[in-house]
């Protein structure tokens, strides 16, 4: 059932925007990012979801699925590796971690793309809102566990990666989060 309910939202996630318009597909089954323009993959890279699985509600620290878009971004001119608290930046440069770690820090680092929910009563609304759960893509100082469920909710993503996402999409860029 979750795999067809996700191509159907695949399906309309094409249907409703224009074939040249960039999107995001992040595929948790997969733990991949896809950007997607003209229904073409442009570039693909690897991601990690949040280790407590999927969901919308407020304080599971679960990843929501479904239609969103890009809100805000952050960190345009920021240093590779840069630490953000509540979205500034802190002008401190994360130790990155190569190897598979879980520390007791989830710094958000290099990049922000803060999502919003798109599906009234889904992924947006009281108590079930991404943007209130503060659900980003971003950097990630615990690189060694991308590739597999780790983070608190976000997509966290290599800062190289994370930083060349940033320079290819805009605020509004629609991102489908499928499992």
Request: with cysteine; proline share 2%; net charge positive.
């Amino acid at each position: 059932m979750v795999k067809n309910t996700a191509l159907t939202l695949i399906a309309c996630f094409f249907s409703l925007n224009s074939y040249s318009e960039t999107l995001i597909r992040v595929d948790i089954s997969e733990q991949r990012l896809y950007l997607i323009k003209n229904q073409q993959i442009l570039v693909s890279y690897p991601i990690s979801s949040s280790s407590y699985g999927e969901g919308q509600t407020e304080n599971s620290y679960k990843t929501p699925l479904g239609m969103h878009k890009i809100k805000e971004m952050i960190g345009s001119n920021a240093p590779k590796d840069t630490i953000f608290i509540s979205r500034i930046n802190t002008k401190r440069t994360a130790k990155i971690i190569k190897l598979p770690n879980d520390t007791k820090d989830d710094f958000v680092t290099s990049r922000i793309m803060w999502l919003e929910g798109q599906e009234d009563g889904f992924n947006k609304g009281k108590g079930i809102d991404s943007y209130d759960r503060y659900i980003y893509i971003h950097g990630t100082q615990e690189e060694g566990l991308i590739g597999s469920k780790a983070s608190h909710g976000c997509i966290r993503m290599f800062n190289n990666d994370v930083i060349e996402l940033y320079k290819m999409v805009k605020e509004g860029t629609k991102v489908l989060i499928v499992v």
